[in-house]
């Protein structure tokens, strides 16, 4: 898997919503854990959510859990990043990445985006 781009991204207001794409080349995509990250301004890189190959399994970070969902369209080679309830605090850049493993730690991934920014007003 060579290529990750992610789209999507945009200004919103506080308490919308936002779907995340992120268009990965290769063909075996499914063999592949997919993850979410963000970063703010002088912020460290942050874990969003996480997906198994197959999508059987995901994992959330707190502060994105009931607001969030990660999904995969294996047939499609494409990750989502569906983005409800937006608030200010979720304003970053937001990448996806890959790894060989179902794993929360960026270092775990393998290849990334290049980033799509959200930015959520107030």
Do not use: H
């Amino acid at each position: 898997q060579a290529q990750l781009v992610e789209s999507g991204g945009g200004l919103v207001q506080a308490g919308g919503s936002l779907r995340l794409s992120c268009a990965a080349s290769g063909r075996t995509f499914s063999s592949y854990a997919m993850g979410w990250f963000r970063q703010a301004p002088e912020k460290e890189r942050e874990f969003v959510a996480a997906i198994s190959g197959k999508g059987r399994s995901t994992y959330y970070a707190d502060s994105v859990k009931g607001r969030f969902a990660i999904s995969r369209d294996n047939a499609n080679n494409t990750v989502y990043l569906q983005m409800n309830s937006l608030k200010p605090e979720d304003t970053a850049v937001y990448y996806c990445a890959s790894s060989t493993v179902f794993a929360l730690g960026a270092s775990s991934y393998d290849y990334w985006g290049q980033g799509t920014q959200v930015t959520v007003s107030s």
